[in-house]
């Protein structure tokens, strides 16, 4: 089995063919047309995972500071406060540039988290005479569950929340006061798991929940009382028997 970079080391004592940088150009400028040709005859989920491969890079115009110190009296003295800028191509990656627009207003303290499975968060239960039936789902991580909430009989019920997994307040970090309030939850806006979750209300770690801010007596610019605001769930509940999250302004 070879070991380390053995080729490299032998071109450095010996050096090239005489023709190797001629072929390697000339292997580079047919690369492109071998790589068009073989994506268009691709099909299928083989195509779409070698062009997002292909296109993962492009050359983008943005603007780049100058890092070097303006001399003394080589511009006017309305310019000398402004900031030059300089532009430059360089290389973006466009994946990440489309999820930073997907993302939009709102900027998480967790944008990224663990994934879970269904098989990690709905447990199977086994129904009938003979136990053979199972449609039915308990959710084991933690819910919220509204006042007005009005269960389905058991007989019918898809998906059992246990009594003991139900949480409506939440420990709730302001990042600019640096002070804890314990708020009252309203609702799940956002499951970073699942639509489903969202819809059944499971909170886990990177949740996005909304909570009732009017305890804290907190104003607009208008002068409106703020009365409800979305935070995000940084630990797991289920682990710690408690949900803290850090609100989102």
Same mark, same amino acid.
């Given at each position: 089995?070879p070991?380390n970079?053995?080729i490299q080391?032998?071109?450095?004592?010996?050096?090239?063919?005489?023709?190797?940088h001629?072929?390697? @150009?000339?292997? =580079?400028?047919?690369? *492109?047309?071998?790589? +068009?040709k073989k994506? $268009?005859?691709m099909?299928g989920? &083989?195509?779409?995972?070698y062009?997002?491969q292909?296109?993962?890079?492009?050359?983008?115009n943005?603007?780049q500071k100058?890092?070097?110190?303006?001399?003394?009296?080589?511009?006017p003295?309305y310019?000398? @406060?402004?900031? =030059?800028?300089s532009? *430059?191509?360089?290389? +973006?990656?466009r994946? $990440?540039?489309?999820?930073?627009? &997907?993302?939009?207003?709102?900027?998480v303290p967790?944008?990224?988290?663990?994934?879970?499975?269904?098989?990690?968060?709905?447990?199977?239960?086994?129904?009938?005479?003979r136990?053979?039936k199972?449609?039915?789902r308990?959710?084991t991580?933690?819910?919220?569950v509204g006042?007005?909430f009005?269960? $389905?009989?058991?007989?019918?019920?898809r998906f059992i929340?246990?009594?003991?997994?139900?949480?409506?307040?939440a420990?709730?970090t302001?990042?600019?006061?640096?002070?804890?309030?314990?708020l009252?939850?309203?609702?799940?806006?956002?499951s970073?798991?699942?639509?489903?979750?969202t819809?059944?209300?499971?909170?886990t770690?990177?949740?996005?929940?909304?909570?009732?801010?009017?305890e804290?007596?907190?104003?607009?610019?208008?002068?409106n009382?703020?009365w409800g605001n979305?935070?995000?769930v940084?630990?797991?509940?289920e682990?710690?028997?408690?949900?803290?999250?850090?609100?989102?302004?």
């Open positions: 089995m070991q970079e053995y080391l032998h071109c450095k004592h010996y050096g090239y063919h005489l023709d190797y001629e072929k390697k @150009g000339k292997k =580079e400028s047919r690369e *492109a047309h071998e790589c +068009s994506a $268009k005859k099909i989920l &083989k195509a779409k995972l062009h997002k292909r296109h993962m890079h492009e050359k983008r943005i603007k100058n890092d070097e110190k303006t001399p003394q009296g080589a511009v003295a310019l000398l @406060g402004r900031e =030059e800028q532009r *430059a191509k360089v290389l +973006s990656n994946i $990440k540039q489309k999820r930073k627009e &997907k993302v939009g207003k709102w900027e967790l944008p990224k988290v663990r994934a879970q499975g269904e098989t990690e968060v709905l447990k199977v239960i086994r129904t009938g005479k136990k053979k199972a449609w039915k308990m959710v991580k933690v819910c919220f006042d007005g009005t269960r $389905k009989p058991p007989k019918y019920e929340r246990p009594m003991g997994l139900h949480f409506k307040k420990r709730v302001h990042p600019e006061m640096k002070a804890t309030f314990c009252r939850i309203l609702g799940v806006k956002k970073p798991l699942s639509p489903l979750y819809t059944l209300d499971v909170i770690k990177g949740t996005v929940i909304e909570v009732n801010m009017s804290l007596g907190l104003v607009m610019q208008g002068g009382v703020i979305y935070a995000q940084i630990n797991n509940p682990n710690d028997a408690c949900i803290n999250a850090v609100l989102l302004i």
